[in-house]
Structures are given as C-alpha cells and as structure tokens.
C-alpha cells in the first residue's frame, strides 16, 4: 500500500430475519418505490410493474429496504463504496435460520 491510497476491503454479512407482517413490509417496500429518484424512462418496467412485483415478492421488499449504505455512516475515514443486496426466503435455503 502506498502512503494515500485506500484500502480496499469487502465486508461479508448474513442478516436473518423474522417478518411478522410481511404486508407491513412490502407496503413501505411499495411507498419507498413510489417516492425514489427513478427515471423510469430509462427502466426495463413502469413504476406500476415494479409496485406490483415488490407487493407480491416479500424477499425482493425486504431486500430493496436493506441500506447497506448507513452501516458504517459515521465511521472515520471509511467510505461506502457500493453493495449488492438480495434476500431468500428461508424454505430455499440449505441452512436456514433458526425461528427465534
């Protein structure tokens, strides 16, 4: 490493998680759509598909609400250079989680 340059590290995290009102879920999932910054002139789908498609795949909502982004915020010296998110659901999983 070179005196000024970053150091680059990739952070692994495996968040399990108990929904208890998955409708809660996607229609926040649902609102935060609605109210992004999204040209969606320039998306595959209309605002309408995607609405649709979150309120009918709790893990993509769920997903889509993960903001890895404030994990570190705050932290000195460290800044967010991207992530990918997705969630599971737990039955397609080879080892899921334990319910409590």
């Known amino acids: 490493m070179r005196d000024g340059e970053p150091v680059m590290v990739r952070v692994h995290c495996r968040i399990d998680v108990a929904v208890d009102e998955p409708g809660a879920v996607t229609a926040l999932a649902r609102r935060r759509l609605r109210e992004a910054d999204i040209d969606w002139a320039n998306e595959p789908n209309t605002v ?43 039955d397609q999983l080879t080892n899921p989680p334990s319910p409590d």
């Open 48 to 90: 309408e598909e995607a609405d649709t498609e979150l309120g009918a795949d709790l893990p993509l909502a769920l997903a889509g609400l993960v903001d890895p982004g404030h994990l570190l915020a705050g932290v000195p010296g460290v800044r967010f250079r991207g992530a990918h998110c997705w969630a599971t659901p737990a």
